[in-house]
């Protein structure tokens, strides 16, 4: 498997400077670790890829392979309840999708449990490590506080062999779950609590996705971590700031088992406005069927943003742009939404489609004619080509682009009023034809067979340039039209007594069964971008079928994010 998206070779691979490439530039200098980059990419597979992932992946990917380094793919699966292959699978298509590729480097903490449980025997033997009794509950409550120290578990000056001896029992099944767990003995005083006496390993009589039934103690992620980037020889384990506290306990463990060291080095996750990424409550987005699914185009997964439209060159400029630091912010979705309309804006092909119909008859154009008008395919990308458009008698337009009664600055079609039909002519409005509720049901016209291309040889201007669908060749499609999942931009911040689903958006999905295509969309491949014209970016969905297109709206055309710079930029 390669990645599904290869980055160009131009692209710069991590985006301006920040204090971890500062780091590696210095340790290549000292020779620290003898001029290796060796980065990972440490997912726990409980749950689908989101954006923030993203922010993690460009930079151990991307500084890696800035300085000739190597970059591995390792599933931290210490925990077996939460854990499934459906995610590990999804995960390495997402990785490959954004463009990375661990090139045959693909690790599992699982192929470490063996090691591990030698180690912990280690800390055993060397005083290190004890069994302890106290339930989960008991360890919390001897913990102590920020501000009071822990006090010392009755069963921390048990022997080596009678630990030894436990710790074997743990492992060959002998007690149930949560009895008893294996400790670090380190110090409850500590004013770090993670140093007090922190758990190593749990009983846990459960199948992991990888180990079955071999093991029914499983080891903390804590145990894990930092002795995995050993094994694994990465010089620079980059993670997000809630590990600053845990580093001295990787530390601590690398330095009692005397074994290679890693440098752990922390930066600020991202958050995004109107975002949830905690991986845990997007599960219950999906489970409480408040989705469709984790790909649903209004989730922020990687699946999901993908199947909406949006490109893995927008992603990685928006990750260039937002940069590296050590406080956690938050980053305006617009930012983001403006990464992907400018990626888009030089790909999308562009096409025309109506999505709310009004038809219009063309009253002095010869029946049963049909015309091939030129149309642009991509007006920022020569190389797109051009294409035939059929024109006929009649045609669909948007509802909006008609108004009886137009309100003032309204140019478009109305009673009397000549527009100009995009790539084809100019068409006055002569009347319109209303059902008995009173509504416009359709709209006639004349045309001037001498603006065809939609120039008048005389001069005269119209205000207005509209899009249309020839009726007699419309491809029908259903629409999928998005909004953002949550209303407000902090989705966690929900009124008292009520948890983040308050805070999701009733109208974030509006679905059009009946738009109008110009015919050229019916052959759409699934992934493809379109930008319909005036309107939107818009995605070919996979549930489209032959025949039957099925669109996601990606984004609308408007960039609010590039007015805010401009309106910045002037104050
Ligand atoms: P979540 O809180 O969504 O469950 P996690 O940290 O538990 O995320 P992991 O699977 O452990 O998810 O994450 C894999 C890697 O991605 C880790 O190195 C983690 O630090 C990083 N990561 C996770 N979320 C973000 C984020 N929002 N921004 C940047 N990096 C992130
Ligand atoms: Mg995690």
Same mark, same amino acid.
Request: aromatic residues 10%.
């Given at each position: 498997?390669?990645?599904?998206?290869?980055?160009?070779?131009?692209?710069?691979?991590?985006?301006?400077?920040?204090?971890?490439?500062?780091?590696? $530039?210095?340790?290549?200098?000292?020779?620290?670790?003898?001029?290796? $980059?060796?980065?990972?990419?440490?997912?726990?597979?409980?749950?689908?890829?989101?954006?923030?992932?993203?922010?993690?992946?460009?930079?151990?990917?991307?500084?890696?392979?800035?300085?000739?380094?190597?970059? #591995?793919?390792?599933?931290?699966?210490?925990?077996?309840?939460?854990?499934?292959?459906?995610? $590990?699978?999804?995960?390495?298509?997402?990785?490959?999708?954004?463009?990375?590729?661990?090139?045959?480097?693909?690790?599992?903490?699982?192929?470490?449990?063996?090691?591990?449980?030698?180690?912990?025997?280690?800390?055993?033997?060397?005083?290190?490590?004890?069994?302890?009794?106290?339930?989960?509950?008991?360890?919390?409550?001897?913990?102590?506080?920020?501000?009071?120290?822990?006090?010392?578990?009755?069963?921390?000056?048990?022997?080596?062999?009678?630990?030894?001896?436990?710790?074997?029992?743990?492992?060959?099944?002998?007690?149930?779950?949560?009895?008893?767990? *294996?400790?670090?003995?380190?110090?409850?005083?500590?004013?770090?609590?993670?140093?007090?006496?922190?758990?190593?390993?749990?009983?846990?009589?459960?199948?992991?996705?990888?180990?079955?039934?071999?093991?029914?103690?499983?080891?903390?992620?804590?145990?894990?971590?930092?002795?995995?980037?050993?094994?694994?020889?990465?010089?620079?384990?980059?993670?997000?700031?809630?590990?600053?506290?845990?580093?001295?306990?990787?530390?601590?463990?690398?330095?009692? *088992?005397?074994?290679?060291?890693?440098? @752990?080095?922390?930066?600020?996750?991202?958050?995004?406005?109107?975002?949830?990424?905690?991986?845990?409550?997007?599960?219950?987005?999906?489970? #409480?069927?408040?989705?469709?699914?984790?790909?649903?185009?209004?989730?922020?997964?990687?699946?999901?943003?993908?199947?909406?439209?949006?490109?893995?060159?927008?992603?990685?400029?928006?990750?260039?742009?937002?940069?590296?630091?050590?406080?956690?912010?938050?980053?305006?979705?617009? *930012?983001?939404?403006?990464?992907?309309?400018?990626?888009?804006?030089?790909?999308?092909?562009?096409?025309?489609?109506?999505?709310?119909?009004?038809?219009?008859?063309?009253?002095?154009?010869?029946?049963?004619?049909?015309?091939?008008?030129?149309?642009?395919?991509?007006?920022?990308?020569?190389?797109?080509?051009?294409?035939?458009?059929?024109?006929?008698?009649?045609?669909?337009?948007? @509802?909006?682009?008609?108004?009886?009664?137009?309100?003032?600055?309204?140019?478009?079609?109305?009673?009397?009023?000549?527009?100009?039909?995009?790539?084809?002519?100019?068409?006055?409005?002569?009347?319109? $034809?209303?059902? @008995?509720?009173?509504?416009?049901?359709?709209?006639?016209?004349?045309?001037?067979?001498?603006?065809?291309?939609?120039?008048?040889? =005389?001069?005269?201007?119209?205000?207005?340039?509209?899009?249309?669908?020839?009726?007699?060749?419309?491809?029908?499609?259903?629409?999928? *039209?998005?909004?953002?999942?949550?209303?407000?931009? #902090?989705?966690?911040?929900?009124?008292?007594?009520?948890?983040?689903?308050?805070?999701?958006?009733?109208?974030?999905?509006?679905?059009?069964?009946?738009?109008?295509?110009?015919?050229?969309?019916?052959?759409?491949?699934?992934?493809?971008?379109?930008?319909?014209?005036?309107?939107?970016?818009?995605?070919?969905?996979?549930?489209?079928?032959?025949?039957?297109?099925?669109? #996601?709206?990606?984004?609308?055309?408007?960039?609010?994010?590039?007015?805010?710079?401009?309106? =910045?930029?002037?104050?």
């Amino acid at each position: 498997m390669n990645p599904s998206n290869p980055i160009p070779p131009d692209e710069p691979k991590s985006g301006p400077s920040n204090f971890i490439r500062d780091i590696i $530039v210095d340790d290549l200098k000292t020779g620290k670790f003898q001029g290796r $980059v060796h980065t990972r990419f440490p997912p726990e597979p409980n749950g689908y890829l989101h954006i923030g992932h993203a922010k993690s992946l460009w930079l151990n990917f991307g500084l890696a392979s800035e300085f000739g380094g190597k970059t #591995n793919l390792r599933f931290d699966d210490t925990n077996p309840e939460k854990e499934e292959t459906e995610y $590990v699978d999804s995960i390495m298509e997402m990785v490959h999708w954004l463009g990375y590729d661990w090139e045959g480097r693909l690790f599992y903490a699982s192929d470490y449990f063996q090691q591990l449980y030698e180690w912990a025997v280690q800390l055993i033997k060397s005083g290190k490590a004890y069994v302890c009794d106290l339930t989960a509950d008991q360890i919390r409550q001897y913990r102590g506080t920020l501000t009071e120290p822990g006090r010392e578990s009755p069963y921390r000056n048990r022997t080596v062999e009678e630990n030894l001896e436990l710790f074997e029992r743990m492992r060959a099944g002998e007690f149930p779950d949560g009895s008893r767990t *294996l400790r670090a003995k380190i110090d409850m005083a500590s004013p770090n609590l993670n140093l007090r006496d922190p758990v190593m390993y749990r009983i846990l009589h459960a199948e992991h996705h990888r180990t079955g039934d071999t093991w029914c103690i499983y080891p903390m992620y804590d145990f894990a971590h930092g002795q995995s980037d050993s094994i694994e020889k990465i010089t620079h384990s980059i993670c997000t700031l809630e590990f600053e506290d845990h580093r001295p306990l990787y530390d601590w463990y690398v330095e009692q *088992l005397g074994i290679y060291h890693p440098q @752990q080095i922390e930066f600020d996750r991202l958050n995004l406005t109107y975002t949830m990424m905690s991986k845990r409550k997007l599960l219950l987005l999906v489970q #409480n069927g408040h989705v469709r699914g984790w790909d649903d185009p209004r989730m922020p997964t990687l699946a999901g943003i993908r199947r909406r439209g949006f490109t893995p060159e927008a992603l990685r400029n928006f990750c260039a742009a937002i940069g590296v630091s050590k406080t956690t912010g938050i980053v305006e979705l617009g *930012l983001l939404e403006h990464h992907v309309r400018e990626d888009l804006n030089k790909r999308a092909l562009r096409v025309m489609a109506v999505l709310r119909t009004l038809k219009v008859v063309i009253d002095n154009y010869p029946e049963g004619q049909t015309e091939e008008l030129d149309a642009v395919n991509n007006p920022e990308d020569a190389s797109a080509g051009t294409r035939k458009v059929p024109f006929s008698k009649v045609l669909y337009i948007e @509802q909006d682009d008609f108004r009886e009664d137009p309100p003032k600055q309204y140019f478009r079609l109305s009673p009397g009023r000549e527009v100009r039909l995009r790539y084809g002519y100019f068409i006055t409005c002569t009347g319109a $034809v209303k059902n @008995q509720a009173g509504e416009v049901v359709e709209v006639h016209c004349t045309y001037d067979p001498a603006t065809r291309g939609g120039n008048a040889p =005389d001069g005269r201007k119209v205000k207005a340039t509209i899009h249309w669908v020839s009726a007699q060749h419309a491809v029908s499609a259903e629409v999928r *039209l998005y909004d953002n999942l949550f209303t407000r931009e #902090n989705p966690s911040d929900a009124p008292e007594g009520q948890d983040f689903t308050a805070n999701l958006n009733p109208h974030s999905l509006e679905i059009l069964h009946d738009a109008k295509l110009e015919p050229s969309l019916l052959e759409a491949k699934a992934g493809a971008y379109y930008q319909f014209e005036r309107l939107a970016y818009f995605c070919v969905d996979p549930d489209s079928t032959p025949g039957h297109p099925v669109f #996601n709206r990606t984004l609308p055309l408007k960039d609010t994010w590039a007015k805010i710079e401009k309106r =910045d930029k002037r104050k």
